[in-house]
């Protein structure tokens, strides 16, 4: 079975671009959740998703936005990109009511 | 004070040697604990859920103290392959993980 697939793997943009990123999850989860990790941190967590609702939503500016489409797969949307928003974007699936989560290989964003 | 909070390392140990993490969580209401591995520019992956009963998986023994709020990772016999950083997960209960910033472990040959 496929995991967790993410698009783009690596992307460049300038300060003040958008940026979309992609996640599609396993076969039979329905939530989904983005993560954050610059470099020698742990992950930090931006939103979840399920059933196309947010269920929660981490210390993240309103730059941030997601949504869930009907199939499960998610977007992650960043507006007027600053520099110290180049990180691993990490999306995550689960089934809803479990907490243990699958990872994908996640979008490594470089902001110049 | 960090919600999750790790030993960052480096921990370097000979091949064959047992090496233990420990972590401390600040909120004792919190519901599930996890330990990841992560390999290098690699996404974390899950290692093992951690029960209040303690649990083992092979050389790898997760343990949970709530009065202490600590969990533990033991790994025995520890081979090459087992370089790697190893997060420590907690959910506290608001269908998000709080990560710790991972601690580094490389195995020496």
């Known amino acids: 079975d496929a995991g967790v697939t993410q698009s783009p793997t690596h992307l460049i943009k300038t300060r003040g671009q958008q940026v979309t990123l992609r996640c599609s999850p396993i076969?039979?989860?329905?939530?989904v959740s983005w993560y954050q990790q610059v470099l020698g941190q742990g992950p930090q967590f931006i939103f979840q998703y399920y059933e196309k609702e947010e269920r929660g939503r981490g210390n993240f500016p309103d730059r941030f936005s997601a949504r869930q489409f009907p199939n499960y797969s998610s977007e992650l949307n960043v507006n007027a990109l600053l520099l110290g928003d180049s990180a691993l974007y990490l999306c995550?699936?689960?089934?809803?009511?479990?907490?243990?989560?699958?990872f994908g290989p996640g979008t490594r964003l470089t902001v110049t | 004070r960090k919600e999750v909070e790790q030993d960052p390392g480096p921990f370097n140990v000979p091949e064959g040697a047992t090496v233990a993490f420990n972590c401390t969580y600040s909120n004792s209401a919190s519901q599930s604990f996890f330990w990841y591995r992560q390999d290098c520019r690699k996404e974390p992956k899950l290692l093992m859920s951690v029960y209040s009963s303690g649990n083992e998986d092979g050389r790898f023994t997760a343990q949970l103290n709530r009065a202490s709020q600590y969990i533990s990772l033991l790994i025995r016999d520890s081979k090459l392959s087992d370089s790697a950083t190893y997060l420590c997960?907690?959910?506290?209960?608001?269908?998000?993980?709080?990560f710790g910033t991972g601690t580094r472990l490389t195995i020496i040959p």
């Open positions: 997960v907690v959910n506290f209960g608001n269908e998000k993980l709080t």
């Open positions: 995550a699936s689960s089934l809803w009511g479990s907490d243990e989560q699958y």
């Open positions: 076969s039979g989860h329905k939530s």
